[in-house]
């Protein structure tokens, strides 16, 4: 009759919950006291309540005797195929009162929870670390013990995680069953069509709790976090140097082998980074996708774009820490650094002059070639470097750019100014 009058006259001593049968209080007790009486008689495996060893048990024996009419899908425990149901009928009754969202399952809600009171009750026993699932957990402890039960029976390979492995499948069977609806790309795995997703939509919803920046993976912001912690934990064991990122151990390694195996089809150069050669390809294409909003000039990549953007902001973030020149490219304070150092990095094969930039190393070489690939549109006289012929138009135009701060003489030269400041002890 409890069941007509809700009374649950049987209470809990130690943590007050109240039961309407006497057997089911015995049964919650054992989640005080820890008492398993209930023993698996295959794996020795023990639980608290009958009930839950004879579902342990289909674990052995293999009986799903709940099948799906709609399906035809069989499950082991009654409440399995109860959830599996919502996939047919799309109900998602449980709902979340702190951002809305619905979920077909009451546990699945009951985790989704996790997400915004922080609770992470599972414990990994080993290095206490915590998590807001089970399963994680689990997944977790497999760090520890090494174990990798599942086995791709194509190539052999073992995997901690049921999941993984059928990750993994897709690379031998190039099924790509998820589509982007934005613009049709295919991919194997839904997570990875989710991060691409983020491409269209500008999601970043990774954000640094140090500096506010905000990223679309939170792989990024784990890269980016090292900025702030200084952390580099990829060494190179051949000199020793420490990298934040792997992808930069790996370029780096490439100073130690010579290997360069991205070579381009059209001129034969090779380099050691992929995207290197997509960046050289352009100089065969022309193609310059990256375009400046205010004065509308075209740049092949991306990074030369933000480069040009200083000279209309006039920003100049980067300084000397010797002299105190700012500068508003990085490499640029690089090159002005080996001014104080004396570091000449670039030498000449032909006759050993070394230099500190690479551009002056070029324009030096054509004295050994000859070459005069510069030529003056106004008198057709060629010269070997564009700084000499941009010098040389002067003497058409009569322009004068150059300016003393001193006494407002002007020189059509750089190198004539510089000469004048002698006059001036400068």
């Keep these: 009759m409890t069941t007509h ?11 007050s919950s109240s039961f309407a049968r006497k057997s089911t209080l015995l049964r919650h007790m054992n989640t005080h006291t820890g008492d398993k009486p209930h023993s698996c008689e295959v794996c020795g ?27 035809g899908s069989s499950f082991a425990q009654k409440a399995n ?43 990994c026993e080993v290095c206490g670390s915590s998590f807001a699932q089970k399963s994680h957990l689990l997944y977790h402890m497999t760090t520890h013990t090494g174990d990798k039960p599942h086995s791709c029976e194509v190539c052999g390979s073992y995997f901690a995680q049921k999941s993984t492995l059928l990750k993994h499948m897709t690379t031998h069977t190039g099924d790509k069953p998820h589509s982007c609806e934005v613009c049709g790309s295919s991919f194997g795995r839904k997570s990875t069509l989710l991060r691409h997703m983020r491409t269209h939509t500008g999601d970043k919803p990774h954000s640094c709790e140090v500096c506010g920046s905000s990223f679309a993976r939170k792989s990024t912001l784990l890269h980016h976090m090292r900025t702030h912690t200084g952390e580099k934990p990829h060494s190179c064991k051949v000199c020793g140097s420490s990298f934040a990122r792997k992808s930069n151990l790996l370029y780096h390694m490439t100073t130690h082998t010579g290997d360069k195996p991205h070579s381009c089809e059209v001129c034969g ?31 092949a990549r991306k990074s030369i774009l933000l480069s040009h953007m200083t000279t209309h902001t006039g920003d ?4 000397c820490e010797v002299c105190g020149s700012s500068f508003g490219r990085k490499s640029t304070l690089l090159r002005h650094m080996r001014r104080h150092m004396g570091e000449k990095p670039h030498s000449c094969e032909v006759c050993g002059s070394s230099f500190a930039q690479k551009s002056i190393l070029l324009n030096h070489m054509t004295t050994h070639t000859g070459d005069k690939s510069h030529c003056c549109e106004v008198c057709g006289s060629y010269f070997a470097q564009k700084s000499i012929l941009l010098n040389h138009m002067t003497t058409h135009t009569g322009d004068k750019p150059h300016f003393c701060e001193v006494c407002g003489s002007s020189f059509a030269w750089k190198s004539n100014l510089l000469n004048h400041m002698k006059k001036h002890g400068r």
């Design 5 to 15: 009058t809700g009374d649950k006259p049987h209470s809990c001593e130690v943590c």
């Design 45 to 71: 495996s023990s639980f608290a309540q009958k009930s839950t060893l004879l579902i342990h048990m289909t674990t052995h024996t293999g009986d799903k005797p709940h099948s799906c009419e709609v399906c």
């Design 81 to 123: 195929l109860m959830k599996h149901m919502t996939t047919h009928t799309g109900d998602k009754p449980h709902s979340c009162e702190v951002c809305g969202s619905s979920f077909g399952l009451k546990s699945i809600l009951l985790r989704h929870m996790r997400t915004h009171t922080g609770e992470k009750p599972h414990s």
């Design 269 to 299: 150069f090779s380099f050691a980074q992929k995207s290197h050669l997509l960046n050289h390809i352009t100089t065969h294409t022309g193609d310059k996708p990256h375009s400046c909003e205010v004065c509308g000039s075209s740049f």
């Design 316 to 319: 100049k973030p980067h300084s």
